[in-house]
């Protein structure tokens, strides 16, 4: 199982950050999202792509870029 964390920007309020988990926990693979809105991150489980999750984040109308690289 793959850990992934994610920076994402934009979120402002615990709507958007119910958006961004609720998304990211749609993409085939995820077993797990936690989102944190007071530090703009969130970790991802599962067997899933990086690129999958960026999309769906951006599908949401957030930006994302995965952490630490």
Known sequence: M???ELNI???TCDHCKLGVTN???S???????????KS???VVEG???AQQLLNAV?????SAQV???
């Open 2 to 4: 793959n850990k992934i």
């Open 58 to 62: 951006a599908e949401e109308g957030y």
């Open 27 to 37: 993409v085939p693979g995820v077993t797990d999202a936690q989102v944190d809105l």
């Open 9 to 11: 920007t934009g979120m």
């Open 67 to 69: 952490a630490n690289q």
């Open 40 to 42: 703009g991150k969130a």
């Open 47 to 49: 067997e899933v792509e």
């Open 23 to 25: 998304a990211l926990k």
